[in-house]
Structures are given as structure tokens and as C-alpha cells.
């Protein structure tokens, strides 16, 4: 299994709602990354988790709130977000080897509306 | 902090016309590079990437790219572009001190006419 996985592939929600998006990959990747994309921009990184520990957080709100519950999933959950958070979120993973850059492998990302 | 830039925002070719993208970074140490395409709906996908070596590196679909560290650049070539090829490309680099971290460029939108 050499790809990442995301759900959903779109999710439209209140500004009052609570949700999460799930990402899951299979690659003993240790390392795994949100990051948001606006329409005809590049992608921001938002987290990263190494070892499921959060290593950076780009000074994103407090209105998203990562988790990874193991080394293969990696959680984003929302909460009293705002019109302009709606994006295409993108999660990637890569490999954790000491010493050298390792390719981030990115999922398809979830369309999200918020109303 | 090291920035990426890619002056074309929008090109518009013809089948079979070649095709140069440009991409410069500002980091003066050791960098990986690469180039992502993301075709209409879809996900980012690695057309290539050059860590070490040759500075002609060839990658998916029949692109190209070379480093040039006098210039800090690493523009992406096509002899002959399809009308597939119509997407939006983004350079990203990863200095050799940010860990894992990727800086994108701002993207360059292609659209090839049939």
C-alpha cells in the first residue's frame, strides 16, 4: 500500500459545527503532515507529527486541532471554523530517516466548505 | 527563510509546444528540489526531484528539469506539451537544514490548447 488516504473527500459544515478529517496511510511513514490550500495557491503547511508527537505548528488558530492517535492515522478536528477556512486540506506522510530529506507522499486531500 | 519563486503565473500554450517553467529559490546551502503537478480535481503528484548528481534530472510524462546552483534555479522543461498536460505545477524546495519542511512556490497554472 503506497498511498495516502484521506476522508472525507468533501465535508461542508456550520460555523458551529464539530467535525474531523481522518488521514491513514500504511507505509511505516513516521511523519505526517496537515497542510491548507486555498483555490490557485500553493499548499501551507499547518502540523507536522513525528513519531505521533506534534513537532511544528505553523501558528495555526486554535479552531483546529490535530491529533495522531498512531504512527498510521492522523486526525484534524474543527470547531467553530470560519467562511474563509474553506479550503482543500492535504495530509502527507514520509519516511523519518536521520540525516537526510525524506519525500513527502501527499493524499488527495478533503474539500471543505464552511458556511 | 528561504522562499521559492515562480514568475509564470499563467501559460498558455499550443499542442506540441514547448514548454519552460521557471522556478528560483533564495536558500544558498545544500537544497532538494521538485516539482509537483495537480491536474484539474486532483492531488499533487511528484513529476520529479533532484537531491544530488546530475543536474539534468528527468522525471514523469516526458518532463525534464535542471539545477543550475549558480543561478539558484531549477526550471522544468517539455520538448513537445499535450493538451493533458494542462494542470498546475508548483516547485518546492527543502533546505538542507529544515528537516522535512517544503517551501512551495506559488504555482504556475498551464493550460494547453488542442
Known amino acids: 500500500d503506497t498511498e495516502v488516504t484521506q476522508t472525507p473527500k468533501h465535508l461542508v459544515m456550520g460555523m458551529t459545527n464539530k467535525k474531523s478529517l481522518k488521514c491513514e496511510q500504511h507505509m511505516g511513514h513516521r511523519a505526517m503532515y496537515w497542510y491548507k490550500q486555498k483555490a490557485k495557491k500553493p499548499p501551507e503547511l499547518m502540523f507536522v507529527?513525528?513519531?505521533?508527537?506534534?513537532?511544528i505548528n505553523e501558528s495555526v488558530p486554535s479552531r483546529f486541532s490535530p491529533e495522531c492517535p498512531n504512527s498510521s492515522l492522523l486526525n484534524l478536528h474543527l470547531h467553530a471554523l470560519q467562511p474563509e477556512d474553506s479550503a482543500l486540506y492535504l495530509c502527507?506522510?514520509?519516511?523519518?530517516?536521520?540525516?537526510?530529506?525524506?519525500?513527502?507522499?501527499f493524499g488527495p486531500g478533503t474539500r471543505l466548505t464552511v458556511l | 527563510a528561504q522562499s521559492v519563486s515562480q514568475h509564470n503565473h499563467h501559460v498558455i500554450l499550443s499542442e506540441a509546444a514547448s514548454l519552460e517553467l521557471g522556478c528560483n529559490y533564495s536558500y544558498g546551502g545544500t537544497v532538494n528540489l521538485f516539482w509537483y503537478v495537480q491536474y484539474p480535481g486532483q492531488h499533487l503528484q511528484l513529476l520529479l526531484k533532484?537531491?544530488?548528481?546530475?543536474?539534468l534530472v528527468k522525471g514523469i510524462k516526458g518532463f525534464e528539469a535542471e539545477f543550475i546552483k549558480s543561478k539558484f534555479s531549477f526550471n522544468l522543461r517539455k520538448p513537445s506539451v499535450q493538451w493533458s498536460d494542462t494542470a498546475e505545477y508548483f516547485c518546492a524546495v527543502n533546505a538542507g537544514n529544515a528537516g522535512n519542511m517544503l517551501t512551495f512556490g506559488g504555482g504556475t497554472r498551464l493550460m494547453v490548447k488542442p
Open positions: 533532484y537531491f544530488s548528481g546530475d543536474p
Open positions: 507529527y513525528s513519531y505521533e508527537k506534534l513537532s
Open positions: 502527507a506522510s514520509s519516511p523519518q530517516v536521520a540525516g537526510r530529506y525524506n519525500e513527502q507522499f
